[in-house]
């Protein structure tokens, strides 16, 4: 007897599309787990995460940005939160994030001289590429001419000048007087210090602390997974950020600084495509490669306009994307997002520098070329910590370089678009020295770094932290 045409709502009924799951449900759903769920009608909660991550953040940074224009001014009230929530969420993460996973690679390094080692070239590399980042805004600088024919400009009314803390200071606010107080402040290299010496001190017991040590890696692992959690609010978080920005901005306060903007951008484009790109070549890496797997957090950095803000998922693509090995990206990447600053520390003050020479008609002579090179580098290493890093780097260049500080006032008003390259470029930087590092070590995964499937999205699966 024939049992008649199937239910349309049972399943394999030809009345109903079945779907199969995608090889990775989401960052929620491992591979493994992957398997324990059976094949489910599509719907727009699976057509959400088929859309690879960089995609999804793209689309919100679009709609954001047709939001922001349509509303106008409202939009800060009606999205602004959105933003705000996908970066407290972030920066909720990234402390109890830095303090494992730099515990565990210290413990998880062969012993205290590696670590040295590769913080000494760490350290290197993070003062060469600045020094290059300021020749690039020198250069364009002097070419695009920012400071000329502008007529006279009105100082943003919340401009105050910054106190440049001394660099005995800035040394003995690295050593944390309360652990705790530490991490409740987010403050991200006192962590770093405590963390590290926890992890020379388990390297130092051995395997007396071993369950500790293996607790550490735990830890790490579980906060790894809260970050998935929390990244995938950043296509929400993007669309808010942006719309809030283009209803609150609009376009005509660029117009009277839109030159001193496009010498910022193009000098950032300059160095991330030009100066970077070819140090990933003198070390035989291919940059597309490189920008491929760095562009999830490139795109965070860009939308948030912090670098502790981006610091976890730029942790994820040097490992997950990059190859980098996790125990040395661990300790690098979090150091980096404290004191890499290649586009707040070093090309934004070597281009306010020029601006603010032609603005007041100054001429600069070599000797003050060369201090506004001496000071950016260094003073990015000595303001790391510091709050609004880039407008006390400009006190702190041009004050070095006799100029007028005053200049920096006319700089603050259009300073939120400004800081979205200057962060991209801090922590495309802080990406780039791990790779190069890691390289050289022998601490790369080639075979991760050139996959041709490699998926630039936290969709991919992986057992890596990142």
Partial sequence: MDAGPASPDTPGSPGLRAC?????????????????????PMNIFSLWF?????????????????????????????????????????????????FFAVTNSISSLHGMKSVAALGGKTFLWFAVTAVLAVGVGLLVANFTNPGQNLGQLAIAAD???????????????VVPSNPFKALTEGKILQVIFFAALLGM?????????????????????AMIQITRFVLEMTPLGTFGLIAALVGSYGFERLLPLGNFV????????LHIVVVYGGLLLTHRLNPIRFFRGAFPAMQVAFTSSSSFASMPIALRSVVHNLGVKQEYAAFAVPLG??????????????????????????HLDLSQYFIIMLA???????????????????????????????????LVAIDRILDMMRTMTNVTGQMLVPVL??????????????????DVGLDQNSNAAA
């Fill in 201 to 221: 001190a388990l390297v130092k017991l051995g395997d007396k602390v071993k369950q500790v040590r293996e607790l550490m890696g735990e830890a790490s692992s």
């Fill in 20 to 40: 199969p799951r995608p090889a990775i449900l989401s960052p929620f759903v491992s591979q493994h787990d992957a398997s324990l769920f059976p094949d489910y």
């Fill in 262 to 269: 496009f010498t910022l951008y193009l000098a950032c484009a």
């Fill in 437 to 454: 590092v890691a390289k050289e070590e022998g601490l790369l995964d080639l075979e991760i770094y050139n996959a041709a499937n490699s």
């Fill in 50 to 98: 088929r859309i690879p991550f960089w995609q999804r953040v793209l689309g919100g940074f679009v709609l954001g940005a047709l939001a922001g224009w349509l509303v106008g001014a409202p939009a800060e009230t009606w999205f602004g939160p959105l933003g705000k929530l996908y970066v407290t969420l972030i920066k909720m993460i990234a402390v109890p994030l830095v």
């Fill in 159 to 173: 401009y105050t000048v910054r106190e440049v803390p001394t660099p005995i200071q800035v040394l003995l606010d």
């Fill in 337 to 362: 997002a404290s004191i890499k600053m290649d586009g707040c520390g070093a090309i934004y003050p070597a281009i306010a520098s020029i601006f603010v020479a032609q603005y007041f008609g100054l």
């Fill in 376 to 410: 950016s580098v260094l003073g990015s290493f000595g303001t790391a910590g510091v709050p609004g890093t880039a407008i006390v780097m400009v006190t702190l260049v041009l004050s070095s370089a006799g100029l007028p500080l005053e200049g920096i006032g006319y």
